[in-house]
């Protein structure tokens, strides 16, 4: 940014907002009547897409701020809104001046909820200062708080991770069937998609049946078969799965044999 923006009673100002989604497609917008490309990103033209008032604050409680516009634009499609590609998607809001593309960033958060109303929709941004709202005091459980394959955990995930080609699929009961994969053993894992179309989404799986995969999303459209997808298994969280499966007890990160609040609370009984 080359100077203050609003120092003069005429000024060549337009609004940008960035989407970053985590299955790696970048879009940018502005209020401008034409495309304008800068900071590596070409940021298209978005009649009826506007943000609201952003507020920041000096405080630590998260600022505000919101997305709304028409399903106009091809980048924002109503599919891709229900398939939950925007969830979590970061999000960069600012001015630019369209005269010399000086720009400075604003806001910087995610997206929250998503909302889809006839032809329009709206998004929930969430302020990068909601992280400093959770709590990061350890509590005492009987299962392990560590994420599996995460910090803490001590595992590789790349070891428990691999590439499966689907064979059939069930879209109406959710079903997912590859070869050569036990499902057992993808019970609390997750499916992220390489081909397809839900190709960069990650689907989380629930339970085993028989020999396929159940998922927790819609399978609308239902992927092909052939489809390829990285399949990375899951754990219980217990001390049995933890020493028995993965042989990783050492590393466990919950208190199993802590007494409860009802054995402490136990009074003594009659004679």
Do not use: Q
């Not at 009826?48 to 028409?70: N, Q």
């Not at 091809?74 to 593309?101: K, N, P, Q, S």
């Not at 000086?102 to 302020?127: D, K, P, W």
């Not at 969280?237 to 208190?255: D, I, K, P, Q, S």
């Amino acid at each position: 940014m080359s100077g203050p923006f609003f120092a003069r009673e005429l000024e060549a100002v337009a609004a940008f907002w960035r989407l970053f989604r985590r299955d790696g497609v970048a879009l940018g917008f502005t209020s401008h009547d034409r495309d304008l490309a800068f900071a590596g990103l070409t940021h298209r033209a978005a009649p009826g897409m506007l943000p609201s008032a952003s507020r920041r604050t000096a405080g630590l409680a998260g600022d505000s701020a919101e997305i709304e516009g028409a399903l106009v634009h091809d980048a924002i499609r109503a599919e891709d809104l229900a398939a939950g590609r925007y969830d979590g998607a970061a999000v960069e809001l600012g001015v630019v001046d369209w005269e010399t593309l000086a720009h400075a960033v604003l806001y910087r958060g995610t997206i929250g909820e998503t909302a889809r109303e006839g032809t329009r929709f709206t998004a929930e941004l969430r302020s990068a200062k909601e992280a400093l709202a959770l709590d990061r005091v350890p509590r005492t459980s009987p299962t392990c708080r560590a994420l599996f394959c995460g910090p803490g955990c001590g595992l590789s995930s790349a070891r428990y991770t691999r590439l499966a080609a689907l064979a059939a699929v069930d879209p109406a009961r959710g079903r997912l069937a590859f070869a050569g994969i036990d499902p057992a053993a993808m019970v609390a894992g997750s499916v992220r998609w390489l081909d397809g179309p839900h190709a960069g989404l990650a689907m989380d799986v629930a339970a085993a049946d028989g020999g396929a995969l159940v998922v927790d999303a819609l399978l609308d459209p239902p992927p092909p078969p052939g489809a390829r997808a990285f399949l990375r298994e899951g754990c219980d969280h217990t001390l049995a799965t933890c020493a028995a499966r993965f042989g990783n007890a050492v590393n466990f990160r919950g208190e199993p044999f802590l007494p409860g609040n009802d054995l402490l609370a136990r009074t003594p009984g009659a004679p």
